[in-house]
């Protein structure tokens, strides 16, 4: 079970994976703690294409941010007067728990977390 919030690399990780992990679900949504089933929250990104025209820094590819900008995004986009690659959109939520449920899973053998910009 594979959950990522951004549909761009949703669709990179399925032409990446799908031939070799054919069991594992690939998830389009955002895991929050307490999201209800129908909460939805605004991620905040820059767009790869972007990232790599405007040369801005590597780590903005994976760098989107649930609920507000991550600061060091604003500030470097502040600092260029690039303010307005700035997205947002909205993305499903969910809690791990309900996450767990709807796709009926009994036991996590391995959990890696990307925690969007709040590390």
């Not at 594979?2 to 690939?26: G, N, Q, T, W």
């Not at 955002?30 to 790599?52: C, D, I, Q, R, W």
């Not at 941010?65 to 690659?85: D, N, Y």
């Given at each position: 079970?594979?959950?990522?919030?951004?549909?761009?690399?949703?669709r990179?990780l399925?032409?990446?994976?799908?031939?070799?992990?054919?069991?594992s679900?690939?998830?389009?949504?955002?895991?929050l703690?307490?999201?209800?089933?129908?909460?939805?929250?605004?991620?905040?990104?820059?767009?790869?294409?972007?990232?790599?025209?405007?040369k801005?820094?590597?780590?903005?590819l994976?760098?989107?941010?649930m609920?507000?900008?991550?600061?060091?995004?604003?500030?470097?986009?502040?600092?260029?007067?690039?303010?307005?690659?700035?997205?947002?959109?909205?993305?499903?939520?969910?809690?791990?728990?309900?996450?767990?449920?709807?796709?009926?899973?009994?036991?996590?053998g391995?959990?890696?977390?990307?925690?969007?910009?709040?590390?």
């Amino acid at each position: 079970l594979s959950v990522e919030p951004m549909p761009f690399f949703v669709r990179d990780l399925r032409e990446r994976y799908a031939s070799s992990h054919p069991h594992s679900k690939l998830v389009n949504a955002a895991v929050l703690p307490k999201a209800s089933t129908a909460h939805v929250v605004s991620a905040f990104y820059v767009h790869p294409e972007n990232v790599t025209a405007w040369k801005l820094p590597i780590v903005f590819l994976g760098m989107s941010r649930m609920g507000a900008p991550h600061p060091s995004v604003t500030e470097i986009l502040e600092q260029r007067q690039l303010m307005h690659l700035l997205q947002n959109r909205p993305v499903r939520a969910m809690s791990v728990q309900r996450l767990l449920d709807l796709y009926d899973a009994c036991r996590i053998g391995f959990l890696k977390l990307d925690v969007e910009g709040f590390d």
